[in-house]
């Protein structure tokens, strides 16, 4: 047992090794990167959000009500719940019971007991994106021996996916890193272990719904054999029933459903879509040119090389972008969705041909990044944000 877990380290030192030196120029980035998330995630509390001390405070909650969280608001838990908007001053979700399924529940009450649990639990969110970094270029460089190598803008590209993840995972505590593996873990190891696969969707499932929009991909992959087709998507259904059990118990569907696109209302939440279609911003411009350009591959139309390009080729590919079409139009109308969320489409641009991808990977880092400034300038205020820090 030694020898095998002294083997699993050192294939992983090998794996860390190999990376960096295939990163080039760009090696040095990736230390500097950890690093960062780790200083940032001691020293600088949540600014924006309350998600982060809330889910803490359901965690350690857990240990005394059990899944009766679901059906108890905080104010019923603790009659001295303190968690306050940052922006409003106002208690955070006071009349809502808790929104998440079991397996964030169950994350979060791991880590409440912990000594230094508000550090700890940053570090550990933020050793999730550097997991998320590996798989994600490992997607990246599957293909490379079929694709032409311009490894500075691929390697830039699965660097930038840990450049945009401090402000979340290092400063705001969110979960998302833990959403985008559950997205990353299908793609990857359906490869290996078609079980593994869709099995990662159903837990995932569990820690955020968004997970089953790896599904479709999957599906159309085992299209050849309609027996593997069906293993996997009883795979999925009967791993979501079998941990479905404590909420089903509790209302946390009916409440989920009821008070769904309506939470803003329960916590004096200011509107912090920086993308929103009606927002009049470079992001939300940009935003809009994603989701058209999304829409032209669906449907087969490329542009690339200054000329338009129409391919059935790569159907899998197009079909997995279906149900993230629909959720970009989402992200769009909804006025309350956050920018994190736009992390998500990462494992979707990593399974694309590289020469598909620098069109969409180029407009999507760019909305990124102006959307950031765009959100905070939306919430906190860019001269709060600034003087935080000096």
């Known amino acids: 047992m030694h020898d095998s877990n ?27 990167l950890f690093l960062l998330h780790f200083l940032i995630g001691a020293f600088i509390p949540p600014l924006v959000t309350t998600d982060f001390q809330r889910n803490l405070f359901y965690g350690k909650a857990f240990w005394e009500y059990g899944f009766s969280v679901y059906d108890m608001t905080p104010l019923e838990i603790d009659n001295l719940y303190d968690v306050r908007d940052p922006l409003t001053g106002e208690y955070s979700y006071p009349n809502t019971t808790y929104d998440y399924p079991t397996l964030q529940l169950l ?5 409440s007991p912990l000594p230094f649990s508000s550090i700890i639990s940053k570090w550990i969110l ?4 550097i997991l998320n970094f590996f798989l994600i270029y490992s997607l990246i460089w599957r293909r490379q021996n079929e694709e032409t190598k311009r490894p500075f803008f691929e390697n830039g590209f699965a660097l930038s996916y840990l450049f945009f993840s401090i402000p979340f995972s290092a400063i705001e505590g969110q979960s998302t890193a833990i959403t985008i593996l559950f997205l990353l873990l299908p793609l990857s190891l359906h490869s290996q272990s078609q079980i593994c696969g869709y099995l990662s969707i159903g837990f995932g499932f569990h820690w955020k719904y968004v997970s089953v929009l790896v599904l479709p991909y999957l599906l159309i992959l085992d299209r050849g054999v309609i027996k593997k087709a069906l293993l996997g998507l009883s795979t999925v259904v009967i791993s979501i029933i079998l941990l479905s059990f404590p909420i089903l118990f509790s209302n946390f569907i009916l409440r989920f459903f009821s008070s769904f696109g309506n939470l803003g209302t329960y916590s004096g939440q200011l509107p912090s879509n920086p993308l929103f279609i009606f927002y009049p911003s470079i992001s939300s411009l940009l935003s809009s040119g994603v989701l058209i350009l999304a829409f032209l591959y669906w449907i087969g139309i490329f542009p690339r090389d200054r000329s ?3 391919s059935v080729d790569g159907v899998a590919e197009r079909i997995y972008w279906l149900p993230l079409l629909l959720f970009l139009g989402f992200l769009k109308i909804y006025i309350t969705a956050f920018p994190w969320y736009w992390l998500w489409f990462f494992p979707c641009l990593a399974i694309l041909p590289q020469a598909d991808r620098r069109l969409f990977t180029t407009l999507l880092g760019s909305t ?3 959307g950031l400034i765009d959100f905070i300038q939306m919430t906190v205020g860019l001269s709060t944000f600034i003087g935080f820090f000096s």
């Open 107 to 111: 994350f979060w009450a791991g880590l």
């Open 126 to 129: 933020s050793c999730i994106d």
């Open 6 to 32: 002294l083997s699993f380290w050192f294939r992983c030192y090998y794996h860390i090794l190999a990376v960096m030196n295939a990163l080039g120029s760009l090696k040095w980035l990736l230390p500097f």
């Open 308 to 310: 338009i390009k129409i």
């Open 368 to 370: 990124i990044a102006i």
